[in-house]
């Protein structure tokens, strides 16, 4: 099994502040997927990297996959209210079946 | 084009008892997940579901079952419900020669009293 860590587990911030979350394992992942998850709503997925060193953005959203592939971060530039959810970040794998961690829940106050 | 749709949305029941959770799959999808996310935590994989059949299974005891019918829709059934059962229960759908992009429903929130 491939343990996932993420943190923080809570970070709350006001709007127009950035914020960096982060995913860590001691395994080497082929991919690692980042979902958003809002209350009420189930996961969804925002972007899968790939390449060691990789960086992906998505707008004010910027993921980074780790040289060694065993860790990954999400920063977001000025955050705004409808960035809030709980983000959570799962290996990719082919055999279909996603181990997510145990997430970060942002909250982003207007 | 439907998401994926999962009934009923909410659920109370008593220990002891047995509850069955509906999925339908995105459209076009031909295989179904099930997991669990109890309250603060990351959803856990229950088990897969590609033409009719189990495909993979994670950590949970047998009194978690399921089925997947000839159209794709799956059903999630639990026995002898423990008051540890209380959760929100997702199902994902994906299309299986496309890879392990997985949509997910909104959610069955499932309470055992």
């Known amino acids: 099994t491939q343990l996932l860590e993420q943190s923080p587990q809570f970070l709350s911030i006001q709007e127009g502040e950035n914020l960096t979350v982060y995913c860590n394992s001691s395994?080497?992942?082929?991919?690692l997927q980042w979902y958003r998850q809002e209350p009420g709503e189930g996961p969804v997925l925002l972007v899968t990297?790939?390449?060691?060193?990789e960086v992906k953005k998505l707008k004010r959203l910027t993921f980074q996959f780790g040289d060694a592939r065993k860790d990954s971060s999400l920063h977001i530039t000025a955050a705004q209210p409808g960035d809030t959810g709980l983000y959570l970040c799962?290996?990719?794998?082919?055999?279909?079946?996603?181990?997510f961690g145990a997430g970060t829940t942002v909250t982003v106050r207007a | 084009d439907a998401g994926v749709t999962q009934s009923p949305t909410h659920l109370i029941k008593t220990r002891g008892q047995q509850v069955t959770l509906r999925c339908s799959p995105k459209?076009?999808?031909?295989?179904v997940s099930w997991y669990q996310q109890a309250l603060g935590q990351g959803p856990q994989f229950i088990f897969q579901?590609?033409?009719?059949?189990?495909?993979q299974r994670g950590n949970f005891p047998d009194r978690f079952s399921g089925h997947q019918f000839p159209n794709y829709s799956s059903e999630l059934n639990v026995n002898a419900l423990l008051l540890g059962d209380s959760a929100l229960y997702l199902c994902?759908?994906?299309?299986?020669?496309?890879?392990?992009?997985?949509?997910f429903g909104p959610g069955t929130r499932l309470t055992v009293t």
């Open positions: 799962a290996p990719g794998k082919n055999d279909y079946k996603l181990s």
């Open positions: 990297v790939v390449t060691g060193g």
């Open positions: 579901y590609y033409e009719e059949e189990e495909r």
């Open positions: 395994s080497v992942f082929s991919s």
């Open positions: 994902a759908s994906s299309l299986a020669v496309e890879g392990y992009e997985q949509y």
């Open positions: 459209s076009g999808h031909d295989t």
